[in-house]
């Protein structure tokens, strides 16, 4: 093995050292801080580079489950801007006036899907199909807590299914615990988001919820009011605005609304 | 080398990095507590005691919630650092209290019980020499104990590195800051970045083991000794 020797205490002291020792990158450039919603990790680390290779700011991320984000800044965390997944959490934290008065945009959407194993033969052309004896399960993200479950049991509500697919039900942890489900077969069928549906090879989409009939699911963004970093945190949601922001969203699976 | 990414070295560095500091910091307040239990008798000791074992068993999350109610900006403590330039939530300090908080119980709970081993009589043997009670803690008791505390302080550097549910609250998940190997394979496999999640859990488990390991080996060559 060549290379640096990796072992040595110093080389740990070293990184301790990087870490305590950031300094700012030049006068007026600030690095922002972002709290997101973790199913938006992979557009925001591309619009991260896209923004940062035009603005003289910086821009970091931290990803979690919003409900944590919320709280978080509700203790005064230092972020600078939050972007939830759903609509709930950023109303509490804008009622407490923890949110900068009108920064608040209403940005993304996402579409219900259901989802099956890739090998699954099932035909599932609309929701009724879930009433066919050979779908024994369904995997759902616990429908009184869980956004993505809420909204599925509403929609399923609203299509007058709810109470019979309501017993084959198995309410899972979350999105990832779903799919994972769907994965191993365990499940015939589960409701994901369509952007969580791409990040799987082991599954496929049988039917898409179509916008107009699902329920509304925003992703909401707005500015900390604590914040020190304004006319910064004002730059990246003007960039976050803005097309090529949109283009990579899109290219995630996301829906944007005008 | 290996073909590990930068970012894969990162993250292991920082983790290893933070939990070796977290470690350091917690040794001597833990040694020094360890003795006390082991040694002396006051009032409401038992309560004192469990309270520090605490973290131990409560779930983590609510552990972290104690932590960021503590220092985050909105209360006292948490204010009176920031005016200070000081701020633990969403940073590396962060990530360096939650592990300590943690990690603590576990290292006094192996001193304390390599202390009650070490003989009262040779401390004693040493005082009727004339050695200071500051001189005989040094001298003899802590060789003595010397296995039993090295051996809890790798358990409390392995509980650190596999912490989660306390930092995520306090230092959030932020990559290249405060993303540690727990929070890097939670963030990939929600993801749905299996390959990625499995690179670094495989560094957990060697490191996991290699430190859990020798501490199991010298807590047992202790007792053979």
Known sequence: MSGPKLHKPSLCLFTILIFLGRAPMAANADELLVSAAASLTDALKEIGVAFQSKSKNKVTFTFGPSSTLARQIEEGAPADIFFSADLLQIDTLDKNGRLEPGSRKNLLSNQLVIIVPAESKLAITSPKDLLKPEVKKIALAEPTSVPVGVYSSKYLEGEGLWGKVKEKVVPVLDVRATLASVESGNVEAGFVYKTDAAISKKVKVAFEVPIEKGPKIVYPVAIVKESKKKEAARDFMNFVLGPAAKDSFKKFGFVIID | MFIL??????ITLFSLAVGLAST?????????????FARKEWPLKSVVETFVLLPLVMPPVSTGLILLKIFGRRSPVGRWLYDRGIEIVFNWKGVLVAMAVM????????????????????????ATLGASPVRIFFVITIPLALRGIVAGALLAFSRALGEFGATILLAGNIPGKTQTLSLAIFNFVQLGKDREAYILLGITVVLAFVS????????RSQKRA
């Open chain 2, 103 to 126: 990690s603590f119980p576990l290292l006094v709970r192996a001193a304390r019980a390599s202390f009650s081993e070490v003989n009262p009589r040779l401390e004693q043997v040493a």
């Open chain 2, 5 to 10: 990414s930068v970012e894969t070295w990162q």
């Open chain 2, 212 to 219: 859990v390991w020798s501490s199991e080996w010298l807590l």
């Open chain 2, 24 to 36: 350091l910091v917690i040794l001597p307040l833990g040694i020094l507590a360890a003795w006390f």
